[in-house]
Nanobody, 124 residues
Framework: QVQLVESGGGLVQPGGSLRLSCAAS????????MDWYRQAPGKERELVAS???????NYADSVKGRFTISRDNAKNTVFLQMISLKPEDTATYYC??????????????????WGQGTLVTVSS
């Protein structure tokens, strides 16, 4: 069973920093893209940042220059370093993996997997 487990969320003051981590566990041969999404109360889930296995990154305009996504392919882990946090960054942050190659019932499969989310609250 493949799982994504996020950690690092919490309460931080405006202007502060947090680092989120997401570790994939289970039988994993490779992962194509790994992403961070977020969903604020009453709003739709939105893509925050993504990174390919080759290291190509993409960011939402609202976080460019403040957030940095990185990954450790050997450990199937993705990170999101967040600085200069704003109250509007408050949301549940979800880790997402696309093109995750694993074995299901003896057969290779490419899966899309979501983590359960970690809450980030930016407030004074």
């Amino acid at each position: 069973q493949v799982q994504l487990v996020e950690s690092g969320g919490g309460l931080v003051q405006p202007g502060g920093s947090l680092r989120l981590s997401c570790a994939a566990s289970g039988i994993i041969f490779s992962v194509n893209a790994m992403d961070w999404y977020r969903q604020a109360p009453g709003k739709e889930r939105e893509l925050v940042a993504s990174i390919t296995s080759g290291g190509r990154t993409n960011y939402a305009d609202s976080v460019k220059g403040r957030f940095t996504i990185s990954r450790d392919n050997a450990k199937n882990t993705v990170f999101l370093q967040m600085i200069s946090l704003k109250p509007e960054d408050t949301a549940t942050y979800y880790c997402h993996a696309d093109g995750l190659r694993t074995v299901v019932a003896g057969t290779f499969r490419y899966l899309e997997v979501w983590g359960q989310g970690t809450l980030v609250t930016v407030s004074s």
